[in-house]
């Protein structure tokens, strides 16, 4: 097995705007300072294991279309290991410096919790050692709980708790294992946290111990001194029909529930808030007013379908709205930018892997340029500011004083026979102001 599979390739250096080389960046420049911070220190990027180097190309009518070396045969100590090799080289080629994975993503297939947990720990000390190697750091780790069978009903909220107990077991070593290579977050993506039919399922004793599941994940990441973030990643539905960590004010509301408001923080995905109904900047503004915001899960979905196409991003317009809303939630602390995206299956060659991950950056980055365009501009921000200014003033604060009563506040309007003047909302200028940068 070719221990290097990129090995025809250059590392991706910043060329600007102008290069013809389509394996260079146009705007992703890691040291331009941008508002006073690296580009590289802003914008965290971080490739995904599943999508890049495990998902074969295959989808529900046909088999896996990229003929990587690692998936020759089966997954065993020797194509876990060259694909762990192959994935470090490729994200030190890019000259990014975060990658992600599942636990499953890293290691050999094994049945069997003791084999199990031996295959994981193997791949993690072969990890700790390429991270060293390549110079490149975790930016979350997290447990595969809906691939294997035995997850079919669920993890956390499988009406077994043999099943609740293995995911235990998962998630106490990938957390450990987090931990130990450095990373920055642990993630909790509720793959199959959800359910198809409500005729089978009760959901409180559900919620109940997906509750306990994650309030007992915090305890321990507190036992062991992990310092990360744990971070929920809300999804509205696929695979179940009724995901429970919904959307960002679904996830809000669980986490308040479990008192565990000041200890979890959300994932947010592109694609994820677009199938809620949202739009991206919807949720990480959401995130934002809730004081949840973590981490980014990069990508697209497809505007004529509701699925989940996991597409890179490629519309400054659009990353340009989420980027405005990092930089108002002040930016990222351990978060970033994980690309949660895959190229398209007919995108079947090495070089297809780098022209998605590089479209992705460029756009990102352009987005980020634009962003402090329009707040060095200022217009966007004042407009904003000036239309919330009356809360500052005599009105705004009665409303808010601690003992004030409704009845004190109808009486206010009533007395000085208030008689609100409309004012305009200004949304075409505001979409101008956009689109002028
Ligand atoms: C799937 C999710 C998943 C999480 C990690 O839709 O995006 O990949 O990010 O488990
Ligand atoms: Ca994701
Ligand atoms: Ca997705």
């Not at 389509?22 to 705007?27: G, P, Q, S, V």
């Not at 990229?66 to 089966?74: L, T, V, Y």
């Not at 876990?80 to 192959?86: D, P, T």
């Not at 509205?236 to 000041?262: A, I, N, S, W």
Request: with cysteine; glycine share 10%; charged share 25%.
């Amino acid at each position: 097995m070719s221990a290097d599979y990129f090995a025809e390739f250059a590392p991706v250096r910043y060329e600007g705007a102008d290069t013809v080389n389509d394996l260079a960046y146009r705007w992703y420049d890691k040291d331009r300072i941008v508002l006073g911070k690296r580009m590289e220190d802003h914008l965290r990027f971080a490739v995904c294991m599943w999508h890049t180097f495990c998902w074969p190309g295959s989808d529900v009518f046909g088999a896996g279309t990229f003929s990587r070396p690692w998936h020759a045969g089966a997954n065993d100590a020797s194509a876990a290991r060259a694909k762990r090799e192959a994935a470090l080289a490729f994200v030190e080629k890019l000259d990014v410096p975060f990658y992600c994975f599942h636990d499953v993503d890293v290691m050999a297939d094994a049945e069997g919790i003791g084999a199990f947990r031996k295959s994981f720990a193997e791949a993690v000390d072969h990890l700790e050692a390429l991270q060293h190697q390549h110079g490149r750091k975790l930016l979350w780790g997290t447990a595969n709980l809906f691939s294997h069978p035995r997850y079919m009903a669920g993890a956390a909220t499988n009406p077994d708790p043999e099943v609740w107990a293995w995911a235990a077991s998962q998630v106490r070593d990938a957390l450990e294992a987090t931990h130990r290579l450095g990373g920055a977050n642990y993630v909790l993506w509720g793959g199959r946290e959800g359910y198809d039919t409500i005729l089978n399922t009760e959901v409180g004793t559900e919620l109940d111990n997906f509750g306990r599941f994650l309030s007992l994940v915090v305890d321990h990441k507190h036992r062991i001194g992990f310092t990360g973030t744990i971070l929920i990643e809300p999804k509205p539905h696929e695979p179940t029909k009724h995901q429970y960590d919904f959307d960002t004010q679904t996830v809000y509301g669980f986490l308040k529930r479990f008192g565990l408001e000041d200890e979890v923080k959300v994932n947010i995905e592109a694609n994820h808030a677009t199938l809620s109904g949202h739009t991206f900047e919807h949720e990480l503004a959401m995130a934002r007013a809730l004081g949840i915001f973590g981490s980014i899960d990069a990508n697209r979905g497809d505007h004529q379908n509701g699925w989940d196409t996991d597409q890179f991003p490629n519309s400054v317009e659009e990353l340009t709205l989420a980027v405005l809303e990092l930089i108002r939630a002040g930016g990222f602390t351990t978060g970033g930018f994980n690309f949660d995206a895959k190229v398209r299956r007919q995108s079947i060659d090495a070089v297809d892997l780098f022209h998605g991950h590089i479209g992705g950056i460029d756009t990102i980055a352009h987005a980020l340029i634009t962003a402090e365009a329009i707040i060095g501009d200022g217009r966007l921000d004042s407009f904003r500011a000036e239309r919330y200014a009356d809360w500052q003033g005599a009105l705004g604060r009665s409303i808010h004083a601690p003992g004030a009563t409704l009845a004190q506040i109808a009486d206010i309007a009533i007395d000085r026979d208030l008689a609100p003047v409309r004012k305009s909302g200004r949304q075409e200028w505001c979409e101008n102001q956009i689109n002028r940068f």
